[in-house]
C-alpha cells in the first residue's frame, strides 16, 4: 500500500507562483510513475503532469507548457510540481496519481489540494 499526501495549495494572485508537493509513505516511490491532475468545479478531472520512474517528464502542454516544472527527489520519497505565472484558469483541485509501472493496477491518488489564483 502506498499513502499520498499532497501539499502546497493555496490562495494566490494572478502571476504568481505554487510548489505543490505529494510525498508517499509506505512504499518507495521509485518504481512509480507519478502524475498530476488537476479538477475545476463542475468539470473533469484533467491530466497536467507526469514523470515517470526513470524521470521522463510529460506535460498537458496546451495549457502548462513553459510554466508548471514536474520534478521527483527520490530520496524524500516526494514529488513536486512547481507552478509558475499562475493564472485564474489554474484554479482547481491538484491531485497526484502514482502507478507503479512493473503492477499497472496498483494505482493511488492523494486526496487534493485546492489551488486558488484570483485575478
Known amino acids: 500500500q502506498v499513502q499520498l499526501e499532497t501539499s502546497g495549495g493555496g490562495l494566490v494572485q494572478a502571476g504568481g507562483s505554487l510548489r505543490l508537493s505529494c510525498a508517499a509513505s509506505g512504499r518507495t516511490f521509485s518504481f512509480f510513475n507519478i502524475g498530476w491532475f488537476r479538477q475545476a468545479p463542475g468539470k473533469e478531472r484533467k491530466f497536467v503532469a507526469a514523470?515517470?520512474?526513470?524521470?521522463?517528464?510529460?506535460y498537458d502542454t496546451d495549457s502548462v507548457k513553459g510554466r508548471f516544472t514536474i520534478s521527483r527527489d527520490t530520496a524524500a520519497n516526494t514529488v513536486y510540481l512547481q507552478m509558475n505565472s499562475l493564472k485564474p484558469e489554474d484554479t482547481a483541485v491538484y491531485y497526484c496519481r502514482a502507478v507503479d509501472f512493473r503492477n499497472p493496477s496498483s494505482e493511488y491518488w492523494g486526496q487534493g489540494t485546492q489551488v486558488t489564483v484570483s485575478s
Open positions: 514523470i515517470s520512474w526513470r524521470g521522463a517528464t510529460t
